[in-house]
Nanobody, 122 residues
Framework: QAQFVESGGGLVQPGGSLTLTCTTV????????MMWYRQAPGKEREFVAG??????RYADSVKGRFTISTNNVKQTSLLQMNNLTSEDTALYYC?????????????????WGQGTQVTVSS
């Protein structure tokens, strides 16, 4: 079963930036699209971004501000987040998906990490 460890969250002012890191096992990175999700208090977990090879997909709310990338050497997926707003405050998780899952935002694995908290506040 795949495991995901998220890190890099924190408190940032509106307009600021953060880079989140997801560490997982090599076979997951080599087989699946890497995905990021978030869950704000009182809301359902939602798709944020996903990528495999040269293909990527973003939620409309983060397009142009967030960038997902994969470092196969370090076995990590990165989520670069710029121009953050209070609406981005959430617990951020990573997972992986099949190619079809990338297009629908559906994660493949039922296991989730602890997530990393992002709080945007002045």
């Amino acid at each position: 079963q795949a495991q995901f460890v998220e890190s890099g969250g924190g408190l940032v002012q509106p307009g600021g930036s953060l880079t989140l890191t997801c560490t997982t096992v090599e076979w997951v990175l080599n087989t699946y699209a890497m995905m990021w999700y978030r869950q704000a208090p009182g809301k359902e977990r939602e798709f944020v971004a996903g990528a495999v090879g040269d293909s990527s997909r973003y939620a409309d709310s983060v397009k142009g501000r967030f960038t997902i990338s994969t470092n196969n050497v370090k076995q990590t997926s990165l989520l670069q987040m710029n121009n953050l707003t209070s609406e981005d405050t959430a617990l951020y998780y990573c997972n992986a998906a099949s190619i079809s899952g990338l297009s629908t935002g559906t994660p493949h694995f039922s296991s989730w990490g602890q997530g990393t908290q992002v709080t945007v506040s002045s």
